[in-house]
């Protein structure tokens, strides 16, 4: 039997964010858990990168194309901020992320990215990305390897999807930053990708960034 060999340029390892902007905050998370063909690589990785501006960059996927997207977007903050004399704000980031995906459509970067911040007038916003660019302003996001199971409970809990009260639910951020603690501990007993610690940033304009750990299961 004649065998095709080639070769694939990518390696999905694991990850999952999550990311809700409210009226006056956002609030992310990522777990710590790195795994690769169901071998544990760390425990300790988190997939939330902070920019220069304190805009919180999600990304999951392939670890070698989020770090090469990482530092390239660094660079290109560096150079904005020189030539314009002024910070880069979270909507100009994500316009500048689009265009830098779409640059790369050809050969994309194997990566879930996620983009958040406060916007000009101080709200959470979140932006998401598809691998081409493609970009959607959105209430709140999931990407990584439990989204099928956690985009569904974030749905209902805050959009009221396929529930008896739907509608949009406001939470303030201590509400927000309780109900991402308790859907990462239940992802994590029905996803084997998910554990070990759950990071979670809040990031609001009084008071920057503040982040919180707490411990998943360890198997």
């Not at 670890?63 to 560096?78: F, N, S, Y």
Request: hydrophobic content about 35%; some cysteine; overall charge neutral.
């Amino acid at each position: 039997m004649v065998k095709e060999h080639g070769w694939y340029p990518y390696e999905f390892q694991s990850g999952t964010t999550v990311a809700v902007a409210g009226d006056d905050y956002v609030v992310v998370a990522s777990d710590t858990r790195l795994t690769e063909n169901y071998a544990i690589q760390s425990r300790t990785h988190s997939n939330v990168y902070k920019m220069h501006n304190n805009s919180l960059l999600l990304s999951t996927g392939f670890l070698g194309d989020v770090l090469t997207l990482k530092k390239t977007l660094e660079g290109r903050i560096k150079t904005y901020e020189y030539t314009h004399s002024k910070p880069i704000s979270t909507p100009a980031l994500a316009q500048m992320i689009s265009i830098m995906m779409y640059g790369r459509r050809f050969f994309p970067y194997y990566t879930n990215t996620v983009i958040t911040g406060l916007d000009t007038d101080g709200k959470g916003c979140v932006y998401a990305f598809d691998p081409v660019g493609s970009m959607t302003k959105q209430l709140y996001a999931c990407e990584g390897s439990a989204m099928p199971l956690i985009l569904p409970i974030l749905d209902a809990r805050i959009l009221g999807k396929n529930t008896s009260n739907p509608g949009h639910v406001k939470r303030t951020k201590e509400e927000t930053v309780t109900m991402i603690k308790d859907i990462y501990m239940a992802a994590c007993e029905r996803n084997v990708e998910l554990g070990d610690g759950v990071v979670i940033h809040t990031l609001t304009k009084d008071k920057g960034i503040e982040t919180d750990v707490h411990p998943l299961r360890k198997d």
